[in-house]
C-alpha cells in the first residue's frame, strides 16, 4: 500500500506562482508513475501532469505547458508541482496520484484547493 499527502494549495493572485508537494509513504518501491490531476466545481477531474515516479518523461497537458513544473526529491519520496503565472482557470483541487502499472492510478491523495483570484 502507499499513502499520499498533498499540500501547498492556498490562495493567490492571478500571475503569482504556487508549489504543491505530494509526499508518498509505504511500499514506494512498487511506483511505476506518478501524476497530477485537477477539479474544478463542475467539472471532470482533469490529467495536469505526469512521468514515471524516478522523474523521467514528464508530460503535461496543453493548459499548464510552459508554466508547470514537475520535480521531486527521491530521498524524501516526495513530488512537487511548481505552477508559475497562474490564472484564475487553474481554479481547482489538484490531486496527486500514483500506480504501479503504466496508465493506472491506484493510489490518491486527499486534495489540495488552489483558488487563483482576478
Known amino acids: 500500500q502507499v499513502q499520499l499527502v498533498e499540500s501547498g494549495g492556498g490562495l493567490v493572485q492571478a500571475g503569482d506562482s504556487l508549489t504543491l508537494s505530494c509526499v508518498a509513504s509505504?511500499?514506494?518501491?512498487?511506483?511505476?508513475?506518478m501524476a497530477w490531476f485537477r477539479q474544478a466545481p463542475g467539472k471532470e477531474r482533469e490529467f495536469v501532469a505526469g512521468g514515471l515516479w524516478s522523474g523521467h518523461g514528464t508530460r503535461y497537458s496543453d493548459s499548464v505547458k510552459g508554466r508547470f513544473t514537475m520535480s521531486g526529491d527521491n530521498a524524501k519520496s516526495t513530488r512537487y508541482l511548481r505552477m508559475d503565472n497562474l490564472t484564475p482557470e487553474d481554479t481547482a483541487v489538484y490531486f496527486c496520484?500514483?500506480?504501479?502499472?503504466?496508465?493506472?492510478?491506484?493510489?490518491w491523495g486527499q486534495g489540495t484547493q488552489v483558488t487563483v483570484s482576478s
Open positions: 496520484a500514483a500506480g504501479r502499472t503504466k496508465g493506472a492510478f491506484q493510489y
Open positions: 509505504g511500499h514506494t518501491f512498487s511506483l511505476y508513475g
